[in-house]
């Protein structure tokens, strides 16, 4: 891979994950693009084609023929646009954690100069960019804001795993600092984006249309995990209840599971903070969150549950969690409530299997200490946590280890006549 330098304008991605990624693929079709991460590892692998996020082939990253990948800083200072995609996640008190936001912005404070343009797609609170990120870069370059370079923001609306909605045809919002870079980042975007952009007033406007977009999604959620808890009571299958309503027209398509992941587990508390920052304290946000937060608790005891009135004793009973990232045919185990199940079968006495085949077996083992299983044995107790593809093609019988073994399917993905309940 090399860049055509004669190529502009010159466009610098800013961390090359499932975000970064795909756009520098995608721009690199039409203009000199240089995809920077500090993770070398990384890089090294995309110069090799391979990557491990699954959201690009082998052959989309060798036929970019104008991107190249780097670990150097120095390598993106020709730059004119800068594109930043890192992860903006929150800490373990839910607070926002703009650590490897303001990181990047410092380094690209270091090499950025006149006439450039820096533009953001990471989530952040309504006011980020230009409160936080813009006085990094004026202390780093010794530039004035909208005198000697300018910013936009056009938030990512990558959705990983999906191969029908990708980035190219999902519309785009847009947005910059001034009524000029307003329409130059909008026909940055509108030359890759097929779906068509939508360019809006503000860059506050944009980062607050992003923040309530996942947010939104997490109200619904809550609302059928909450039906869930309340039909379990009653001995009610929440999915035959959500199959009813769903024949009037307008009722939301909604259903209950676990909410984890680095955008709708997490974006919520992104707007409740600045809310809070600004005398308001959210009702209906943080509501939906401790609904939400509850559910992996919810599956625990419920498997137990079903576990004490087959007969079979919880402690020692062989456990297998089927799928550890926090969505199906995704490799992305970030924020997966996967992991609070397991580790709550592990403390009730239960011996715990993980399966997951997309899953990085090595990543999931450092950051959680737990060892991926390769081949499968038989279980008193199979909780199906991710819909995964291939869970379809297992031989549940096989996993069996008596009849009395409870299979829980928290995603009704399964064959209803296999399942002995499902969330």
Same mark, same amino acid.
């Given at each position: 891979?090399?860049?055509?330098?004669?190529?502009s304008?010159?466009?610098?991605?800013?961390?090359?994950?499932?975000?970064?990624?795909?756009?520098?693929?995608?721009?690199?079709?039409?203009?000199?693009?240089?995809?920077?991460?500090?993770n070398?590892?990384?890089?090294?692998?995309?110069?090799?084609?391979?990557?491990?996020t699954?959201?690009?082939?082998?052959?989309?990253?060798?036929?970019?023929?104008?991107?190249?990948f780097?670990?150097?800083?120095?390598?993106?200072?020709?730059?004119?646009?800068?594109i930043?995609?890192?992860?903006?996640?929150?800490?373990?008190?839910?607070?926002?954690?703009?650590?490897?936001?303001l990181?990047?912005?410092?380094?690209?404070?270091?090499?950025?100069?006149?006439?450039?343009?820096?533009?953001?797609?990471?989530?952040?609170?309504?006011?980020?960019?230009?409160e936080?990120?813009?006085?990094?870069?004026?202390?780093?370059?010794?530039?004035?804001?909208?005198?000697?370079?300018y910013?936009?923001?056009?938030?990512?609306?990558i959705?990983?795993?999906?191969?029908?909605?990708t980035?190219?045809?999902?519309?785009?919002?847009?947005s910059?600092?001034?009524p000029?870079?307003?329409?130059?980042?909008?026909?940055?975007?509108?030359?890759?984006?097929?779906a068509?952009?939508?360019?809006?007033?503000?860059?506050?406007?944009a980062?607050?249309?992003?923040?309530?977009?996942?947010?939104q999604?997490?109200i619904?959620?809550?609302?059928?995990n909450?039906?869930?808890?309340?039909?379990?009571?009653?001995?009610i299958?929440?999915?035959?209840?959500?199959e009813?309503?769903a024949?009037?027209?307008?009722?939301l398509?909604?259903?209950?599971? =676990? #909410?984890?992941? !680095?955008?709708i587990?997490?974006?919520?508390? &992104?707007?409740?903070h *600045? /809310? $809070? %920052?600004?005398?308001?304290?959210?009702?209906?946000?943080?509501?939906?969150?401790n609904?939400?937060?509850q559910?992996?608790?919810?599956?625990?005891?419920?498997?137990?549950?079903?576990?004490?009135?087959?007969?079979?004793?919880?402690?020692g009973?062989?456990?297998?969690?089927?799928?550890?990232?926090?969505?199906?045919?995704?490799?992305?185990i970030?924020?997966?409530?996967?992991f609070?199940?397991?580790?709550?079968?592990?403390?009730?006495?239960?011996?715990?299997?993980?399966?997951?085949?997309?899953?990085?077996?090595?990543?999931?083992?450092?950051?959680?200490?737990?060892?991926?299983?390769?081949?499968?044995?038989?279980?008193d107790a199979?909780? =199906? #946590?991710?819909? !995964?593809a291939?869970?379809?093609?297992?031989? &549940?019988?096989?996993? *069996? /280890? $008596? %009849?009395?073994?409870?299979?829980?399917?928290?995603?009704?993905?399964?064959?209803?006549s296999?399942?002995?309940?499902?969330?």
């Amino acid at each position: 891979m090399n860049q055509n330098s004669t190529i502009s304008p010159t466009i610098a991605i800013v961390g090359l994950g499932y975000v970064g990624l795909p756009l520098a693929v995608a721009f690199a079709k039409k203009y000199a693009v240089i995809g920077f991460d500090i993770n070398e590892t990384r890089v090294k692998d995309l110069q090799n084609g391979k990557d491990n996020t699954l959201e690009c082939s082998a052959e989309e990253i060798q036929n970019a023929g104008n991107l190249l990948f780097t670990a150097s800083l120095q390598d993106i200072a020709s730059s004119t646009i800068f594109i930043v995609t890192v992860p903006t996640p929150v800490d373990a008190d839910k607070r926002p954690n703009l650590k490897s936001l303001l990181e990047a912005t410092a380094m690209i404070g270091a090499v950025l100069k006149k006439g450039d343009l820096v533009i953001y797609e990471s989530t952040v609170y309504p006011g980020c960019t230009e409160e936080d990120c813009v006085p990094v870069l004026e202390k780093q370059s010794g530039l004035v804001f909208n005198k000697d370079f300018y910013c936009g923001y056009s938030p990512e609306r990558i959705n990983p795993g999906d191969k029908v909605h990708t980035l190219t045809t999902i519309k785009k919002l847009t947005s910059g600092s001034t009524p000029e870079m307003a329409n130059k980042v909008d026909a940055v975007y509108a030359s890759i984006i097929t779906a068509g952009t939508f360019k809006v007033s503000s860059i506050r406007v944009a980062e607050a249309a992003k923040s309530i977009e996942n947010a939104q999604r997490d109200i619904n959620i809550s609302f059928v995990n909450e039906l869930a808890l309340i039909f379990d009571r009653m001995n009610i299958d929440t999915h035959e209840v959500l199959e009813a309503a769903a024949t009037k027209w307008n009722f939301l398509p909604f259903k209950p599971g =676990l #909410v984890g992941g !680095h955008c709708i587990g997490v974006d919520p508390y &992104y707007l409740a903070h *600045k /809310a $809070t %920052s600004l005398g308001y304290h959210p009702q209906v946000i943080l509501s939906g969150r401790n609904v939400n937060d509850q559910m992996s608790s919810f599956v625990t005891e419920k498997l137990i549950q079903l576990l004490n009135t087959s007969g079979l004793a919880v402690k020692g009973a062989k456990a297998l969690v089927l799928g550890v990232s926090f969505k199906e045919n995704c490799p992305d185990i970030r924020n997966s409530k996967a992991f609070e199940i397991y580790s709550q079968l592990s403390a009730a006495g239960m011996e715990v299997d993980a399966f997951d085949p997309f899953a990085n077996e090595v990543e999931v083992k450092a950051k959680h200490n737990i060892q991926l299983v390769k081949a499968l044995g038989k279980y008193d107790a199979i909780v =199906l #946590v991710v819909a !995964h593809a291939f869970f379809k093609s297992l031989d &549940y019988t096989s996993l *069996k /280890a $008596t %009849s009395k073994t409870i299979i829980y399917d928290t995603k009704a993905f399964l064959d209803r006549s296999i399942v002995t309940a499902r969330l």
